[in-house]
């Protein structure tokens, strides 16, 4: 299988620094996004690793290993407007251009 | 911007009636998806298009679901007939083929009664 695993909750403090961390299947991985969605609305796209190394977006930061199928999504000055779903997604070779997602990561930011 | 539309935005309907969502993808874009979310299941898989053939449906209740891009403004889903189980919310996305991010539509928040 082509398991996705990330945290389904976590809480965090306006105005710090919270980690939501993503581990995939290493075998045929081509690339990997992180989507955002809040509540009710439909996701949509906040960052694409497809090399080692961190992405750097504003206050959001996207990493990847892509020896230890690992990921993790780096919110900085959290905002009460930041409390939403985060969707890892993993694109594999094998997947004709389809991504498989995982369940999502449901952060709380709170005052 | 542009943007993926999908209709109805809600749906509500007795089971074993016909349900039909549609959608129409960026224009330009090749690929289409469709996807099921519940809060039990996460955002599913339903089916794939990329230049209107479908290339993955594997995700989909044959017996009952059916799903379509007559041309490349629109692609369609049916259920027929509609169960309660079905009960959730269906997004269709687009984008480019290759490793492109997917843009979602709003949509469809389906209650089967």
């Known amino acids: 299988g082509q398991n996705i695993d990330q945290p389904t909750e976590m809480t965090a403090t306006e105005g710090a620094i919270v980690q939501i961390n993503c581990t995939y299947q290493t075998s045929g991985f081509n690339g990997l996004f992180w989507y955002q969605q809040h509540a009710g609305e439909a996701p949509t796209f906040l960052s694409y690793?497809?090399?080692?190394g961190l992405e750097e977006k504003g206050r959001f930061s996207s990493f990847l290993s892509r020896s230890k199928g690992y990921s993790y999504l780096l919110l900085k000055e959290l905002q009460m407007k930041d409390s939403a779903s985060y969707l890892c997604a993993v694109s594999y070779n094998t997947n004709a251009g389809k991504s498989t997602f995982g369940d999502g990561t449901t952060l709380t930011v709170k005052p | 911007d542009a943007r993926v539309t999908q209709t109805p935005r809600h749906k509500v309907t007795e089971m074993g009636q016909e349900v039909t969502m549609r959608c129409q993808p960026i224009l330009g874009h090749n690929t289409v998806f469709w996807y099921r979310q519940t809060m039990m299941q996460g955002l599913e898989l339903l089916a794939y298009?990329?230049?209107?053939?479908?290339?993955?449906d594997s995700g989909m209740p044959k017996d009952r679901f059916s799903a379509e891009m007559p041309d490349a403004t629109l692609a369609t889903l049916k259920i027929q007939p509609s169960e309660p189980r079905d009960s959730a919310v269906y997004f269709c996305?687009?984008?480019?083929?290759?490793?492109?991010?997917?843009?979602f539509g709003d949509g469809t928040r389906l209650s089967i009664l």
């Open positions: 996305a687009s984008g480019f083929s290759g490793d492109q991010p997917q843009h």
């Open positions: 298009f990329r230049n209107r053939a479908p290339l993955d």
């Open positions: 690793n497809v090399l080692d």
